[in-house]
């Protein structure tokens, strides 16, 4: 009975080429959309984060200011001295680096080629703090840093726009009015989180920055990175309490000064990143419903012709459970091959489209199946269901049936 | 199955027999009596004509007897077993082992092939897969379309169709054809040539033939006509007889 209710449906799908082609259709277009997009969304997801992580870990960053972003408060913050980095070191445990930041934008000129970029003044601790590995030459030394001399250490989009594929180390970039030798190259980090160039950089003493650049003795942030294993909260706390001090502000006034962990700018970049997941998800859920739809009113539609002929069965002999069980495995054929054939396609939209947006492509085996089993619910339930209907009446109300 | 309605029990009575049965449509005000009291016997290898007026029960009746539709009262007894008293699936077994249908809509199943449509209740029966297409062929042989086995309903005039129809009827083997209105859909001279195959089949096979019609012309080439008026059976001779 098995092996012929088989056959019969085999023989059912053969006959309705084009009933069966647009159930599989529907299946395929709601499993391929869903798993499509929630594939490229985990993959974007997957992709910030492995930036952020690039960013160093257990990295606390102190501002000027009350807050950060927009609206930013500055007035009346005055900004850090180079000495608040070395009070912080040597006063808050558990830190592995602290490295005072000055930023300056400059064109810089090497030979006939010249670039807009932003130098970096910080001590040797920043490329700790900022986890940057060198591709080629060293970092400044202790006497370096102190005499302020001339010598960076770039990044690799700098080096690419002015030494090409020349060895940069050894070089002398022309920054305004003195020669700086380079001693570094930066290993590439690539697009920060937010889509900025991290390569773009140069990185000098921060003395130098500020006698040949700035000329003021200004620090813009102070970049901390806690021990692993070091509690970044009572690391936090313990800054706070220090710059509070040490910018001499009464007890019942607010910080001007912001601090900021990298696991809270991560957390809330990532938030961005599922929540942009999440409604990806929801437009493909809507096309799986689309889909479903489309199932539903193709079985339907042909809802008279399936009674008429589940009475014709019926009158030559068919039991109910033969009829039931041809329409069911009917049913499940179209809507598993539907799934697969969706699968199957979705993961090669996902491999295609990921490459093309630089996402790395991450296969989720619950979203797979999650679709798959949705949408052959579908087709199981409205091909299944209302022959199930048909299939009890009297076979002669299925037979007039209109 | 049930052991009561085996071909081999002993033919003591009429092979079928209605006692009293009723049939109404609907519930309440709306109902509308169908059947009000058929008495019917009919004996193996009989031809029967039932005729009537539109409304006067005939096809009731005949789905009664083909197990199509259940009666509101009253006994239908098959080789002496209470069908009224069968489960569903006793009765598609009925209908499976014992009865034929041929009906005035040809109820071919869409986009299949002539011999695949014969070979359908071959396959409900469980006929094993190579006994399937000769015995479909030699179905569809009795009615002269051998060489038509690879077409479609669509494909078949009218009379085609419903002989494709009666080929699924016989491929069984059943004992008793019910046709309800064989010749409604025809011409007059398809329908004489469904007649001359349903003549031959009742002769030659011993097939018991059932047939509604409201053509005289038709009924004449039964052995019997039962003529239904309001829900009851008016009038019952064989043919030949004086009216």
Not at chain 1, 80 to 93: L, M, T
Not at chain 1, 383 to 401: K, M, N, S
């Amino acid at each position: 009975m098995f092996w012929s209710s088989i056959l019969l449906a085999l023989r059912a799908i053969r006959r309705n080429l084009m009933r069966s082609f647009l159930t599989i259709l529907g299946i395929v277009i709601g499993v391929g959309a869903v798993i499509t997009m929630v594939t490229l969304g985990n993959g974007a997801t997957r992709a910030v984060s492995d930036q952020i992580a690039s960013l160093g870990s257990n990295l606390v960053m102190v501002r000027p200011g009350k807050r950060l972003g927009p609206g930013r408060d500055e007035a009346g913050s005055p900004n850090f001295k180079a000495g608040d980095a070395e009070v912080i070191a040597a006063q808050i445990g558990s830190l592995d680096a602290v490295a005072p930041v000055a930023n300056k934008s400059v064109t810089v000129v090497y030979a006939a080629h010249n670039w807009s970029t932003a130098v970096t003044g910080s001590t040797d601790a920043y490329f700790a703090v900022g986890n940057w590995r060198l591709a080629d030459g060293r970092v400044f030394t202790e006497a370096e840093q102190r005499a302020g001399k001339a010598v960076c250490v770039i990044g690799a989009t700098v080096r690419k726009e002015l030494f090409g594929d020349q060895p940069p180390v050894g070089g002398e970039l022309r920054i305004k009015n003195f020669a700086c030798e380079v001693i570094g190259l930066l290993q590439s980090k690539g697009q920060s989180a937010m889509g900025m160039d991290q390569d773009d950089t140069i990185v000098m003493p921060l003395r130098t920055l500020q006698r040949r650049l700035t000329g003021s003795q200004d620090v813009n942030t102070l970049m901390v990175s806690v021990q692993d294993g070091g509690n970044t909260d009572q690391v936090m706390a313990d800054l706070r309490s220090l710059m509070r001090e040490r910018r001499k502000i009464a007890a019942n006034e607010d910080d001007n000064f912001s601090i900021l962990d990298t696991r809270q700018i991560a957390d809330a970049i990532t938030g961005t990143t599922k929540v942009m997941t999440m409604l990806l998800g929801a437009v493909a859920a809507v096309s799986l419903l689309v889909g479903g739809i489309g199932i539903m009113n193709i079985m339907l539609v042909s809802v008279t012709e399936r009674t008429r002929e589940i009475g014709i069965r019926l009158a030559i002999g068919a039991l109910e459970r033969e009829v039931l069980l041809q329409f069911l495995v009917e049913a499940v054929a179209l809507s598993s091959l539907g799934g697969i054939v969706g699968i199957a396609l979705a993961t090669l939209a996902s491999v295609g489209l990921a490459g093309i947006m630089q996402v790395p492509y991450l296969f989720d085996p619950a979203i797979n199946l999650v679709s798959f089993l949705f949408s052959a619910a579908i087709g199981v339930l409205f091909g299944y269901f209302p022959a199930r209907r048909a299939a009890r009446l009297d076979p002669i109300e299925a037979l007039r049936h209109e | 199955m049930n052991a009561t309605v085996e071909r081999t029990a002993p033919e003591s009575g009429p092979l079928i027999e209605l006692r009293e049965v009723t049939k109404v449509y609907g519930q309440g005000p709306a109902a509308f009596p169908a059947l009000r009291g058929v008495d019917l016997r009919i004996d193996a290898g009989d031809f029967v004509a039932i005729m009537g007026p539109s409304g006067s029960g005939k096809s009731t009746a005949m789905n009664i007897l083909g197990c199509l539709d259940s009666p509101t009262s009253g006994a239908y007894l098959f080789r002496d077993a209470h069908v009224e008293k069968l489960t569903r699936n006793q009765r598609a077994l009925l209908r499976r082992h014992d009865l034929g249908f041929v009906f005035q809509g040809f109820n071919l199943l869409a986009r299949t092939t002539a011999l695949e449509n014969v070979e359908l209740p071959l396959i409900y029966r469980g006929e094993p897969r190579a006994a399937r297409p000769a015995k479909a062929r030699e179905a569809l042989d009795a009615v002269g379309l051998r060489q038509w086995e690879q077409h479609t309903s669509a494909e078949l005039s009218g009379g085609q169709q419903q002989r494709v129809a009666i080929a699924r009827a016989i491929v069984t083997n059943p004992t008793i054809l019910l046709a309800d209105e064989p010749t409604g859909n025809l011409d007059s001279q398809r329908s004489h040539e469904i007649m001359d195959l349903l003549v031959a089949l009742n002769r030659d096979r011993g097939i018991t033939v059932l047939m509604v019609t409201h053509e005289p012309d038709m009924a004449r080439y039964a052995k019997r006509v039962v003529r239904f008026v309001d829900g009851r059976v008016d009038s019952d001779r064989h043919n030949g007889e004086k009216r």
